[in-house]
């Protein structure tokens, strides 16, 4: 698709009536937005081809010229598709670059195509079916990333990692459990983008500049043609609305956050000193000058697309902030910051969607650190709760001793013989040893949603159910 900037100067061709000359090479340049709007051709064909057969089914124009203009828009679409369409800046953008290429194409019954529209309205509709098919692509990307985090789960639904809060050690956990914590993120983003579907799920076509149109029309017909459940309500704010659009970009930033979340992890798990997970040679990278090192970019990447995709976001609430009603040319500035967060979000899922299904789990490491750091500490609280009937905030103290102790030596809880911990409560016994293990702590949080192997086989089985 070859841009052509050496168009003449002369006046604008679809809209150049009243004026003498063309536009400064300056106007020019800020006012095109065919550089990256041409990306809505084929939004922009379907909306085109949907309007002309209402137009002719409302007898507002002809159906000979109808089918002209079908059949010219299809011969447009080929070439473009081909890449055997020539660009114009100086035809502004999308909508008028198709315009003037069916005036070529067809002559004098391209111009009935505008009849009771303006591109107000047409650009609200390519825009919209644009981020409705993103949304869509979102939402299956999404559910494979969740199946694949599924996956992962049910193979460690057993496997002891420690548990982390403020990155100290803290209790331990299932990676099984950990897995489903993502896919927890990663279902509430797909029930918001699955929302934000239905929630733009109307056609703007038929507004036209702001204010409706005085030909009898039907948007119901072309709502219905154009897979919409129903046409807007109201033709002011259908010109002026671009919720859909930051709507798009907020769950893409809660999506990005979420994945940014992943990535830092990823990024953790993976240093030598964690070593709980090794990436597959696929999602890595060397080092030109350290051989040992396998480097985690693409998680580093991901981590940094969240920055771009929030950018994005505050751009375009920026850009919309204080804007009169209806339609203003800041408008036009919507469609890079949504191709671009776009862009970010496929790739971070895509790339996160691979390095958890690639990344080889070191389970015996995982295990090793799950017992260090007096993980089992509550284990040892909840037990002296239960079998000696010590109040809580009682049994904490005595296992601060025990801890205390256990550091002094050198050594973890279980290693601690009897007879110091009975020095430190008498009604301690051999009993105790049973829950200072690591899988005897897991298997005992059985609360619903907890880090009990049955408890994640639940969880599992419910999300398996709910895809
Ligand atoms: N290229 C414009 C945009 O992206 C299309 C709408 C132009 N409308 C107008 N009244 N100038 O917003």
Redesign the pocket.
């Known amino acids: 698709m070859a841009d052509d900037t050496t168009d003449t100067k002369s006046s604008n061709q679809m809209w150049g009536g009243r004026f003498a000359s063309g536009p400064d090479a300056i106007m020019e340049e800020i006012n095109a937005?065919i550089g990256f709007?041409k990306k809505l051709f084929a939004q922009d064909i379907r909306g085109s081809i949907a309007h002309a057969t209402m137009l002719a089914h409302q007898g507002i124009i002809s159906a000979d010229d109808k089918d002209k203009i079908v059949h010219g828009l299809n011969t447009i679409l080929s070439e473009i598709e081909s890449g055997n369409f020539k660009f114009s800046r100086q035809l502004?953008?999308i909508?008028m670059n198709v315009e003037a290429r069916l005036a070529t194409l067809i002559g004098p019954a391209a111009g009935r195509l505008h009849t009771a529209r303006s591109?107000?309205d047409q650009?609200a509709l390519d825009f919209r079916l644009w981020v409705k098919e993103e949304l869509q692509k979102t939402e299956q990307m999404l559910t494979g990333l969740i199946a694949a985090f599924l996956d992962r789960a049910e193979e460690h639904a057993e496997s002891v990692m420690p548990g982390f809060t403020h990155l100290q050690t803290a209790q331990p956990v299932t990676f099984g459990h950990h897995c489903m914590a993502y896919v927890e993120m990663f279902g509430r983003d797909r029930a918001r983008v699955r929302h934000a579907i239905e929630h733009l799920d109307e056609s703007p076509i038929g507004a036209a500049a702001l204010a409706g149109t005085g030909y009898p029309i039907d948007r119901h017909m072309t709502a219905k043609a154009l897979g919409f459940r129903e046409p807007t309500r109201n033709s002011i704010d259908t010109v002026s609305d671009r919720d859909f659009a930051i709507e798009f970009l907020s769950i893409a930033a809660i999506a990005g956050m979420h994945l940014s979340r992943l990535a830092e992890e990823i990024v953790i798990w993976s240093t030598p000193q964690f070593g709980f997970v090794r990436l597959s040679d696929a999602f890595s990278t060397g080092s030109s000058i350290m051989p040992q090192k396998k480097n985690p970019d693409a998680a580093e990447l991901v981590r940094a697309k969240t920055g771009r995709i929030n950018g994005s976001l505050v751009a375009l609430l920026t850009i919309m902030k204080g804007l009169p009603l209806a339609?203003s040319?800041d408008?036009?500035e919507d469609k890079e910051q949504v191709f671009d967060a776009a862009e970010s979000l496929e790739l971070a899922i895509a790339a996160m969607t691979g390095m958890v299904r690639d990344m080889t789990v070191n389970t015996a490491r995982m295990k090793a650190a799950a017992g260090s750091g007096y993980s089992t500490a509550t284990d040892l609280a909840d037990w002296l709760v239960r079998e000696a009937g010590l109040p809580f905030r009682d049994a904490h103290h005595v296992t601060g001793r025990a801890v205390a102790l256990a550091e002094s030596k050198g050594c973890d809880l279980a290693e601690l013989p009897l007879s110091d911990l009975q020095a430190i409560h008498p009604d301690i016994t051999d009993k105790v040893y049973d829950v200072l293990t690591v899988e005897a702590s897991v298997a005992s949080r059985k609360s619903f949603g907890g880090t009990a192997p049955s408890e994640v086989r639940r969880q599992i089985a419910f999300w398996r159910a709910r895809n």
Do not use: I
């Open positions: 937005s709007d502004e953008d909508h591109r107000n650009v339609y040319k408008m036009q």
